[in-house]
C-alpha cells in the first residue's frame, strides 16, 4: 500500500497525555492536550497541512489509529507515552505504514530513569524530538512539512 496524496497529518497521544496541564506540570508543563491541538492546526494551516489530533490510553487503541491512518494520512506524529518503552505492537503497526513517522516525547527521556532510554518506535521513527516541551510538537510539524515536500 502507497501513503494517500494528501497533506493530512495525524498526531497520536499515548497513555496519560490526556490529563496533560494536570498531570506533573514540572515535567510535561501547564499546556493541555486541547491547547496543543489548537496550536498544532493553527500551525497547520500555517504550513498547508491538514492536521488532526488522536489520544489513547489503550495500546490496542493506538494500533487501531495507526491502522486507521494508512488509510488517510501521509505522515504521523506520535507520542506513544508509556507504551514507547514497551511496545511491539505499536512498532509493527507503525512498520505497517509508509509514510513518515516522528516520535516526540514532551520530556527529556535520557536524562530520567533508564527504563526511558530505550524506544521500540524509534526502530520505525524517521527523526525524533524529546525535551522542548509541547513545542516539541510544533517543531515536529515544521519536519513533517519539509519531509512531505520532498516525499
Ligand atoms: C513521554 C515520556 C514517557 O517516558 C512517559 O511514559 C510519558 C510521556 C514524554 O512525552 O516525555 O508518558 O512520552
Known sequence: MTRPENHTVHILNGPNLNLLGKREPGIYGARTLADIETDSIALGRDLGLEVALFQSNHEGGIVDQ????????AGLIINP??????????????????GPVIEVHISQVHKRESFRHHSYVSLRADA???GCGTQGYMLALRHMAELLKTA
Open 66 to 73: 495507526i491502522q486507521a491512518a494508512r488509510e488517510v494520512a
Open 81 to 98: 507515552a508509556a507504551y514507547t518503552h514497551t511496545s511491539v505492537a505499536i512498532l509493527d503497526a507503525l512498520n505497517m505504514f509508509d
Open 128 to 130: 525524533v524530538i524529546a
